[in-house]
């Protein structure tokens, strides 16, 4: 009788081929109920009688004021709109073309979802050769984690661009490394891209330091790091230098020196960890005290993000030889797939580490994390998905909402926490199996 051999995830698990199917089937029954539970939501919403698109009206509105000659920065210029105009003068030219017409108007609901289709399509695998699994993986938590595109898709908010120019630049940067590829304009053009991303929303421009990570020499990555700020900077200068009185209306507005209208100064509400900072210190009765809030945020923000990330980086790196940044640099060059990853991790909690965290920004922060997402073992995915996609979907169909709440921020960090615990678990067993990275081992890792 001939003998069948055990697959490379039986020989990895110690789980019989029987029992590999058998958790692969469960685990191909799980996404199946996520998607219907996200797609379900996403109709439910879809067919409601509600004046969706808020945000798109208010930009738009914006760029047309400005085509008219008024300043679109003092909402009373704004048709139909009490909402402010938040992004740099230098975009109201730059999205004049999304605008025209009104076409992305009236059907922005269509076209923000060709763009977060695009998005699972467009992001990058680490290690792996492109599947059909992958990809449906990374469309689904694109379109599902933290019910951050629910809100996009509601508001009309142009975090959707923001998204689809991020999974634009990860695919452009998370290309495997070559050692003669010293003109690497396809990555530079990523790091560009994605300090332009930054660009938009300027409190998220501390992920630009996790390129530092990526399994490049020193000088490369510094490289990467002065073109993305550069990409960051360009359209700040270009604001100042071509529309100065704009410029000094979109500090007034931002900083709420227009009266009487919205603006990102007096909006409190956003479920960051500064709000959670903000409700312990409420609850103390010390509400006026804002060095203490920014003393817990910051105490928050490392206690559930950086530090751990932190501490997993030099458990990695401690048994080699030289100063620490050597130390780093090397272990990264020797691990570019467990480097990229790391990447993306740092670049997931960086951004949610931001101190204005909206609940349309969650759509950007699943980006990052469908990327990760298809590497993961079976326990771990199935945990991803439960926690980050399926049960804010179920809690948001039930029609309870989380605006101003922290549920969205609660669910990203324990994904954060799987993701990284998942990463450091498969290191390990690369380390036993002398050498071998990680995505060899869990390409195999399927349903």
Avoid at 134 to 146: I, M, S, T
Avoid at 377 to 391: E, F, H, K, N, R
Avoid at 410 to 427: D, E, G, K, R, Y
Wanted: charged letters at 15%.
């Amino acid at each position: 009788m001939t003998s069948v051999a055990p697959s490379g995830t039986a020989r990895w698990s110690g789980l019989s081929a029987d029992m590999v199917g058998k958790r692969n089937a469960w685990l191909a029954c799980l996404i199946a109920l996520v998607a219907v539970l996200v797609f379900g939501n996403l109709a439910h919403d879809a067919a409601l009688d509600t004046n969706y698109g808020w945000d798109v009206r208010a930009n738009c509105a914006a760029v047309d004021a400005h085509v008219d000659g008024l300043d679109p920065y003092y909402v009373k210029n704004l048709k139909g709109t009490r909402l402010s105009y938040p992004y740099l003068p230098a975009t109201l030219d730059a999205f004049r073309p999304l605008c025209a017409g009104g076409f992305l108007v009236g059907h922005h609901r269509g076209v923000f979802l060709a763009i977060a289709v695009l998005c699972g399509l467009v992001l990058p695998g680490i290690g792996r050769t492109r599947s059909l699994r992958d990809v449906a993986l990374r469309g689904l938590y694109v379109l599902g984690a933290f019910v951050g595109f629910e809100w996009v898709l509601a508001s009309g908010n142009f975090a959707i661009l923001g998204g689809g120019l991020t999974a634009a630049a990860l695919a452009l940067l998370l290309r495997p490394a070559k050692p003669d590829d010293r003109h690497d304009v396809p990555r530079i053009a990523g790091a560009a891209l994605l300090g332009l991303v930054m660009s938009f929303k300027l409190v998220f421009f501390p992920l630009l330091a996790a390129l530092y990570l990526l399994p490049l020499s020193r000088r490369r990555k510094l490289v990467l790091i002065a073109v993305a700020g550069l990409g960051f900077v360009l359209p700040i200068l270009i604001s100042v230098v071509f529309y100065p009185g704009l410029f000094s209306s979109w500090l007034l507005a931002i900083s709420g020196g227009i009266p009487g209208q919205h603006s990102v100064q007096t909006e409190q509400a956003n479920p960051s960890l500064l709000l959670l900072a903000q409700t312990i210190v409420d609850r103390v009765g010390l509400a006026d005290s804002k060095p203490l809030v920014f003393a817990i945020y910051a105490l928050a923000a490392t206690a559930f993000v950086l530090a751990p990330l932190g501490w997993s980086l030099l458990r990695a790196i401690r048994n080699n030889g030289g100063s620490l940044p050597a130390c780093l640099d090397r272990w990264l060059m020797d691990h570019p797939q467990a480097a990229m990853r790391i990447t993306v991790l740092a670049m997931y909690g960086l951004y949610l580490c931001s101190p204005r965290l909206k609940e349309y920004a969650f759509f950007e922060l699943a980006i990052y994390g469908a990327v990760l997402i298809v590497d993961l073992p079976a326990a771990a995915l199935a945990a991803v998905l439960t926690i980050g996609v399926a049960v804010p979907t179920l809690v948001s169909s039930t029609g309870i909402t989380i605006e101003g709440g922290v549920v969205q921020v609660a669910v990203a960090i324990v994904c954060f926490w799987i993701m990284l615990w998942a990463q450091w678990a498969s290191s390990a067993e690369v380390v036993r199996a002398a050498g071998v990275e990680p995505a060899q081992r869990l390409r195999t890792e399927g349903f």
